[in-house]
Structures are given as C-alpha cells and as structure tokens.
C-alpha cells in the first residue's frame, strides 16, 4: 500500500520548511505547494518531493495541487505581504476549503495562533490567525488547528525580533507590552506536534500547545540574553508608545520590514497562554522549557 500523499503549503516558510523533511522521515510522500517552485531549489529534500505552482488565491490550481492527497498542512499568512492581510487570508482559506471538500480530503491540519477573544479585543494578526480557522472549518472536511504564542527556534520572526532587540539594545525603553504574559514553545515541539496529529480522530478540532512556562517578553529577553553571554538588559517599560511608534522602533533595530513590524508588535498586547491541556493528553510529549 503506497504511503499517504500530503499537501504542504507554506513550505518556504520557517514551520513548513521544517515539517517537510520530518513528513519524508515518517513515511508520508509530500508535495508541496508554492507560488515559488525556485524557492525550494536549494533545499536538501527538493528532489525527494513534488513540487507544483500554485496559489490559495488562485482557486483554479487547487484541485489539480490536491488530487490524490490525504491529507493537507495549510500553513499560509499574507502578513508582510498586503496590507489587507486579514481579507487576503480569509479569501485563501475559503478557496482551500471548497478545494478540499472537493477533493474529498481526509483532513487539514493548521497552524494558527493563541489568544482568547473573550477575554479582550484581539490584534488584527491574531483575530485573523482565528478567521483563517473558521473559514478551513465551515466545510466537510476534518480540520485540525493547532495554536501556538511564539516558536522559539533559529529563524522564527518572533524570536528573531527579540533577539535582535536583546543583542543591539543593553538599555531599551519599551512599550509596556514586554510586560504581557506568553507561553512560547520549541519549534521540535511544534513539529512534534503537527505530525502526530494526524493519527488523531479526524475531526474539527482545537488544539492550544505551548511550552512549560509562563513568561513576560522581559523575562524572554533576560533569558536569552544570559544565554547569549550579555549582561543583563536595563529595560524600561513605558505607556506611550503607540503600536505603529513600536513598529518602527522595532524596524529601526531589526530587519523586520515593517510590514511584518506592525501587526507583529500589536499582537504583542495580547495575553496568548494555554487555557485548555487536551493537546497534552492526546498527544503526550515533553516540551523543551
């Protein structure tokens, strides 16, 4: 029996350039789907998947990149990309659903983000990560949604932007969002996760993983700085700094464009910690603190 064909799309993006070749590990042959195919010319696995040019907002394309799928990761953001992200994700999430339904997929397992609307009035970034969700869901097809604070690994925006802040600025004056509450978890952690779901129950699920702690994005930076060899960092939160004066404070000191700045920086005020475990029972592992 040939082994199940699995759909990435986002794989020349950090989590699906990661899950490709933990896929081809366990057995799964993938194809990927990409507006891009030379972006994955260098990449050690290229030979070892398929490769097809396509776009979710190009739904034409979508059933002949899902023929013969299982299953499908859908790992795509337009955030950096249009300034209407939140519409542009939506529209792609639409298009991929009814592709899916079409296709008769098994299931679509997504990468989306924490934070809890009916505690406070979520980013655009985060209230979209959610949309993104319903719309994958509002079909026949199984979805699984993983959601996540930040992923902490070499390459992750996230984390890079903290890094860079840590290491460039030993005194910084921050917005008071340094203070807010995540629960970041290990990118093999998330890689961990995103495969074993699929030998869950197939059905509309969500699921909350992070890592062992509770930390402030103040605490993040100490620690990465005493792991960097810095000294500790002198930081002073402050409660006049706007989201788009961070913004560009944050691209003034790292090479995020602000396109990715923004909606990064105002998600920050959010509390995005897990509230429900069922991830761990179902799938039990032992995250990275």
Not at 42 to 48: S, Y
Not at 111 to 117: H, N
Not at 148 to 163: C, T
Not at 187 to 210: F, H, K, Q, S
């Amino acid at each position: 029996m040939d082994a199940p064909l699995t759909l990435v799309t986002g794989a020349t993006g950090y989590v699906g350039g990661r899950l490709v070749p933990r896929l081809l590990e366990q057995g799964h042959r993938v194809r990927c789907l990409t507006r891009d195919p030379a972006r994955l010319a260098l990449d050690p696995w290229r030979d070892r998947v398929e490769v097809v040019k396509g776009d979710v907002l190009a739904p034409d394309g979508l059933a002949a990149a899902l023929d013969g799928c299982t299953f499908a990761y859908y790992l795509v953001h337009s955030m950096g990309h249009a300034a209407d992200f939140g519409d542009v994700d939506r529209v792609g999430a639409e298009n991929f659903q009814q592709a899916a339904d079409a296709a008769g997929l098994a299931r679509i397992v997504y990468l989306g983000g924490l934070g809890r609307p009916e505690d406070e009035v979520l980013s655009k970034h985060l209230a979209s990560r959610h949309e993104v969700g319903r719309s994958l869901a509002a079909g026949t097809t199984p979805v699984t949604e993983i959601r996540a604070a930040v992923i902490i690994g070499s390459g992750s925006v996230s984390f890079e932007m903290l890094r860079y802040l840590t290491e460039v600025l030993p005194v910084m004056t921050t917005p008071k969002w340094v203070r807010t509450r995540c629960q970041p978890i290990a990118i093999r952690d998330v890689l961990e996760i995103l495969t074993a779901v699929l030998e869950d129950e197939p059905v509309d699920r969500v699921l909350e993983v992070g890592g062992p702690e509770v930390l402030t994005y103040e605490e993040m930076m100490q620690i990465y700085a005493e792991e960097a060899g810095l000294r500790r960092r002198l930081i002073i939160p402050v409660p006049v700094l706007s989201p788009g004066l961070s913004s560009r404070w944050v691209g003034l000191v790292t090479p995020l464009p602000v396109g990715v700045a923004r909606p990064l920086v105002d998600s920050l005020r959010n509390e995005v910690i897990v509230h429900d475990d069922a991830a761990a029972e179902l799938f039990p592992y032992e995250p990275m603190n």
